[in-house]
């Protein structure tokens, strides 16, 4: 979704100083160590009274999952969790032996050389400083550092993060802020509840929700990017994700299958692409198989080129392409008539800045704000209406539920479209301000848009519980339904550019 076809007007997504309310999800800094990383890890600690890069190592093996954390530990214990996650407890005397350490000259059991700096790993096993660094920058360098074994044969510990640090920024400082940056993005890539904005070019930010049960719902990024957490494509409720992922792919593919459906048809037996350049509509194939261009059916040498069996087959074909042709073209109406109505802002504004009032300014562009929520909204129920009446869906209902149902889905969207064009209608008039006057355009405004809002929701509902939620494989979850649109993030800390993501292509 563009940034500038938002919806959003009276939010700067610039503005540092402006804090929304914490509605569970936040923007983690691009920092290496984010407070809401540390939260877990605090937490991780004190749960298994382990030091930070133990619990990180647990953490990272269990995908940054505290809850799995805990419910293993409640399953199996303590040792079997540590055993699963290749976390190694130091002994008393060697808890406090976390850095490179200074030994009696011993020869390395990797080099055979003798070595007098050599450094002890929690698991027991010891070896030259030289030959951990070798091995330490081979593993980052091949992209594998956030679960780095040790060097010994068949020893499943992970190696100290701090002792790779340390070890990695003597010989090569850049490397170790690579390290760095692989941890934190282990963080991020391997969490479910974090994800990375999709923008392009990426912004470097990554957004976390603190819920589980906000795993599908619409966000705003830091850089103003709206998408949808679940599937990281644009905002599409009331569409499921995997609807909205096929009609994208149709999308994509829709201006070649357009020429193809109105030019060509397929042998019904080799289903190649045949173009008719005249003649009667009986066609000959190169495969030598008979076909009706009228319904693409195999015909045989004897034909009328009107009656042809298995009719109703081809029909409901047909049917099905029309409606896909119906429904697309609903869709796009909608949005060329938002990307129309987003130029009412500056017009608006324009007028605004003549008149005193800020009362008056907040009510017109809350009517601008519902009006993008409502037209998208109203955009995408067509889709789903596709996929849930006549296409991937259409059987999940029997033919009784799936007729009532889609006569009070078809009532639920005309009511709604009348009341948007109300709306639009409105706000694309002439008005004055004058709120003495019960029936002026700008109070009709108010009114107009808590109507549409009481429609938008009253639509959610039915789709939620008696449409997706009333499948035979199962429910379907949605985007919850929010008149002020995707929420905004809240930014934690301070953004250093150096540290972005962008360098690493992950977006």
Same mark, same amino acid.
Not at 68 to 93: Q, T, Y
Not at 120 to 145: A, D, P, Q
């Given at each position: 979704?563009?940034?500038?076809?938002? #919806?959003?007007?009276?939010?700067?997504?610039?503005?540092?100083?402006?804090?929304?309310?914490?509605?569970?999800?936040?923007?983690?800094?691009?920092?290496?160590?984010?407070?809401?990383?540390?939260?877990?890890?605090?937490?991780?600690?004190?749960?298994?009274?382990?030091?930070?890069?133990?619990?990180?190592?647990?953490?990272?093996?269990?995908?940054?999952?505290?809850?799995?954390?805990?419910?293993?530990?409640?399953?199996?214990?303590?040792?079997?969790?540590?055993?699963?996650?290749?976390?190694?407890?130091?002994?008393?005397?060697?808890?406090?032996?976390?850095?490179?350490?200074?030994?009696?000259?011993?020869?390395?059991?990797?080099?055979?050389?003798?070595?007098?700096?050599?450094?002890?790993?929690?698991?027991?096993?010891?070896?030259?400083?030289?030959?951990?660094?070798?091995?330490?920058?081979?593993?980052?360098? &091949?992209?594998?550092?956030?679960?780095?074994?040790?060097?010994?044969?068949?020893?499943?510990?992970?190696?100290?993060?701090?002792?790779?640090?340390? /070890?990695?920024?003597?010989?090569?400082?850049?490397?170790?802020?690579?390290? =760095?940056?692989?941890?934190?993005?282990?963080?991020? *890539?391997?969490?479910?509840?974090?994800?990375?904005?999709?923008?392009?070019?990426?912004?470097?930010?990554?957004?976390?929700?603190?819920?589980?049960?906000?795993?599908?719902?619409?966000?705003?990024?830091?850089?103003?990017?709206?998408?949808?957490?679940?599937?990281?494509?644009?905002?599409?409720?009331?569409?499921?994700?995997?609807?909205?992922?096929?009609?994208?792919?149709?999308?994509?593919?829709?201006?070649?299958?357009?020429?193809?459906?109105?030019?060509?048809?397929?042998?019904?037996?080799?289903?190649?692409?045949?173009?008719?350049?005249?003649?009667?509509?009986?066609?000959?194939?190169?495969?030598?198989?008979?076909?009706?261009?009228?319904?693409?059916?195999?015909?045989?040498?004897?034909?009328?080129?009107?009656?042809?069996? &298995?009719?109703?087959?081809?029909?409901?074909?047909? *049917?099905?392409?029309?409606?896909?042709?119906?429904?697309?073209?609903?869709?796009?109406?909608?949005?060329?008539? @938002?990307?129309?109505?987003?130029?009412?802002?500056?017009?608006?504004?324009?007028?605004?800045?003549?008149?005193?009032?800020? /009362?008056?300014?907040?009510?017109?562009?809350? #009517?601008?704000?519902?009006?993008?929520?409502?037209?998208?909204? @109203?955009?995408?129920?067509?889709?789903?209406?596709?996929?849930?009446?006549?296409?991937?869906?259409?059987? =999940?209902?029997?033919?009784?539920?799936?007729?009532?149902?889609?006569?009070?889905? *078809?009532?639920?969207?005309?009511? @709604?479209?009348?009341?948007?064009?109300?709306?639009?209608?409105?706000?694309?008039?002439?008005?004055?301000?004058?709120?003495?006057?019960?029936?002026?355009?700008?109070?009709?405004?108010?009114?107009?848009?808590?109507?549409?809002?009481?429609?938008?929701?009253?639509?959610?509902?039915?789709?939620?519980?008696?449409?997706?939620?009333?499948?035979?494989?199962?429910? @379907?979850?949605?985007?919850?339904?929010?008149?002020?649109?995707?929420?905004?993030?809240?930014?934690?800390?301070?953004?250093?550019? =150096?540290?972005?993501?962008?360098?690493?292509?992950?977006?």
């Amino acid at each position: 979704m563009d940034a500038n076809n938002k #919806g959003c007007y009276d939010r700067d997504p610039h503005n540092d100083d402006e804090k929304p309310p914490d509605r569970g999800w936040v923007v983690p800094p691009k920092t290496k160590n984010p407070f809401v990383q540390q939260e877990d890890l605090c937490r991780v600690m004190e749960l298994l009274s382990v030091k930070e890069n133990e619990a990180r190592t647990a953490l990272v093996h269990y995908r940054w999952d505290v809850k799995k954390v805990s419910a293993v530990l409640l399953e199996k214990g303590a040792s079997n969790l540590f055993a699963e996650a290749g976390v190694s407890i130091p002994e008393e005397d060697q808890a406090s032996n976390n850095t490179p350490t200074l030994e009696p000259v011993i020869r390395c059991r990797i080099c055979f050389m003798p070595k007098s700096h050599m450094t002890r790993m929690n698991c027991g096993h010891c070896f030259c400083n030289k030959c951990w660094t070798k091995y330490f920058t081979i593993n980052i360098l &091949n992209g594998k550092s956030r679960r780095i074994k040790c060097m010994a044969h068949r020893c499943n510990s992970i190696c100290d993060e701090s002792i790779i640090r340390n /070890l990695v920024g003597e010989q090569d400082v850049n490397l170790a802020e690579k390290f =760095e940056r692989f941890l934190f993005e282990s963080y991020i *890539e391997e969490n479910k509840m974090v994800k990375w904005c999709p923008s392009i070019p990426p912004c470097g930010y990554a957004l976390q929700i603190k819920d589980e049960d906000d795993l599908i719902c619409e966000v705003e990024c830091r850089c103003g990017r709206q998408f949808c957490f679940g599937c990281l494509l644009e905002p599409h409720s009331p569409c499921t994700c995997l609807m909205w992922e096929m009609w994208a792919k149709s999308r994509d593919e829709l201006e070649t299958d357009n020429w193809l459906n109105m030019n060509t048809k397929r042998c019904p037996v080799c289903h190649k692409c045949i173009q008719k350049d005249g003649g009667c509509n009986s066609m000959y194939c190169p495969c030598g198989n008979k076909f009706s261009w009228l319904h693409a059916i195999a015909t045989g040498k004897e034909h009328t080129g009107t009656a042809v069996a &298995n009719h109703s087959i081809c029909c409901g074909r047909k *049917e099905n392409e029309e409606r896909y042709t119906y429904c697309y073209a609903s869709y796009m109406g909608h949005m060329e008539s @938002l990307k129309l109505e987003m130029k009412l802002k500056d017009r608006i504004e324009r007028k605004l800045s003549t008149w005193k009032g800020a /009362l008056v300014e907040e009510r017109l562009k809350s #009517g601008l704000h519902m009006l993008s929520i409502a037209r998208r909204f @109203l955009s995408h129920s067509y889709v789903l209406a596709f996929y849930m009446f006549w296409d991937k869906f259409r059987n =999940e209902m029997s033919k009784e539920e799936r007729k009532s149902r889609k006569k009070i889905f *078809e009532d639920k969207q005309q009511q @709604l479209e009348d009341h948007v064009e109300r709306l639009s209608g409105l706000l694309n008039k002439p008005f004055e301000v004058s709120m003495d006057d019960p029936y002026s355009t700008q109070v009709s405004i108010i009114y107009q848009s808590i109507a549409t809002d009481s429609l938008c929701r009253n639509m959610y509902d039915f789709i939620k519980n008696d449409l997706l939620g009333s499948l035979r494989s199962g429910p @379907l979850r949605i985007a919850p339904y929010r008149s002020e649109g995707p929420v905004r993030a809240i930014l934690l800390g301070a953004v250093t550019t =150096e540290d972005s993501h962008s360098d690493n292509q992950h977006c």
